[in-house]
């Protein structure tokens, strides 16, 4: 009897430590301070990353991945009503290393994309942010806090993405 005490004691202490961790979890986190270069090579801190108070798109892609590029591609197509309608922004943060950077302006000049375009050539702005397949897209609210994550992308997560950031504009919860 001691013993099925002893076990439902340890459950439950287990049990509310745990649901405290995930709900600790759950806090909102900003982005971490990290130096990255922009397409001319000029240093930019994510920390200083900002959109006057409007929703943020961080999109981690690659000159490889081709569902990175079908994203981004899909995006520009709506991304100017995107901005009307919502004032969000988008940076799309390159992880190509130094081999294919060189790719990324050739890339985005003849894609025509108006994204802010960051380089993270040695990944620490993607280890920084648990970053381990693109493509991977985190929204961030008006206080520059990450608020909603997601990876990979098929046909139509753009509707999902763009509804996102609708919630956040308004101040809208976000279901999990």
């Known amino acids: 009897m001691k013993n099925i005490l002893f076990a439902a004691l340890l459950l439950f202490v287990g049990t509310t430590l745990f649901a405290q961790e995930t709900e600790a979890n759950k806090a909102l986190f900003k982005l971490p301070n990290i130096s990255v270069t922009d397409m001319n090579g000029t240093r930019v801190n994510t920390d200083q990353i900002s959109n006057d108070g409007k929703p943020i798109i961080i999109s981690f892609w690659a000159t490889w991945c081709k569902p990175c590029v079908k994203e981004l591609t899909t995006i520009s197509e ?3 009503d995107w901005q009307t309608e919502t004032g969000v922004k988008l940076y799309a943060v390159s992880i190509d290393d ?3 950077s060189a790719q990324v302006k050739t890339l985005v000049n003849g894609k025509g994309w108006t994204y802010e375009i960051l380089l993270d050539k ?5 280890r920084a942010m648990n970053v381990n397949a693109v493509p991977h897209t985190f929204v961030l609210n008006g206080k520059g ?3 909603w994550q997601h990876t990979s992308f098929s046909e139509g997560a753009e509707l999902d993405l763009i509804e996102v950031v609708r ?4 101040g809208e919860p976000l279901s999990h």
């Not at 040695?122 to 993607?126: A, H, Q, R, T, V």
Request: charged residues 35%; without cysteine; aromatic residues 6%.
């Open 78 to 80: 709506v991304y100017e």
């Open 122 to 126: 040695n990944g620490d702005l993607k």
């Open 98 to 100: 130094s081999r294919s």
């Open 145 to 147: 806090e990450i608020v």
């Open 167 to 170: 919630k956040v504009n308004a």
